[in-house]
């Protein structure tokens, strides 16, 4: 059984900067990519950026262009989310995901962790 954990969330002032983790356990796990989503209250999940086997890396809006920076250590099965320039609306739950495939199916996600930024 493969578990992905989320940690590195919490309460930051707008313009702050956190760096979320996501730890890969379980079973030999090597997943072809792994993603981090965000979720709102009220609103959809939104697909933030993806790593791939290759550390070919694509992000998703405007929104974090710029500000949000996906990597990983393979040897630690860890993949990261460095966001700086936090703003209010960077507010939500965030997700890391593994694919196992070169599609945009996840076939395993993390329990979220959550970020707020206060203005």
């Known amino acids: 059984q493969v578990q992905l954990v989320e940690s590195g969330g919490g309460l930051v002032q707008a313009g702050g900067s956190l760096r979320l983790s996501c730890a890969a356990s379980g079973r030999t796990f090597s997943p072809y990519a792994m993603g981090w989503f965000r979720q709102a209250p009220g609103k959809e999940r939104e697909f933030i950026s993806r790593?791939?086997?290759?550390?070919?890396?694509?992000y998703g809006g405007d929104s974090v262009q710029g500000r949000f920076t996906i990597s990983r250590d393979t040897a630690k099965n860890t993949v990261y989310l460095r966001m700086n320039s936090l703003k209010p609306e960077d507010t939500a739950v965030y997700y890391c995901?593994?694919?196992?495939?070169?599609?945009?199916?996840?076939?395993?996600w993390g329990q979220g962790t959550q970020v707020t930024v206060s203005s």
């Open positions: 790593i791939n086997w290759y550390g070919v890396t694509t």
């Open positions: 995901a593994a694919s196992l495939t070169n599609t945009d199916h996840y076939d395993y």
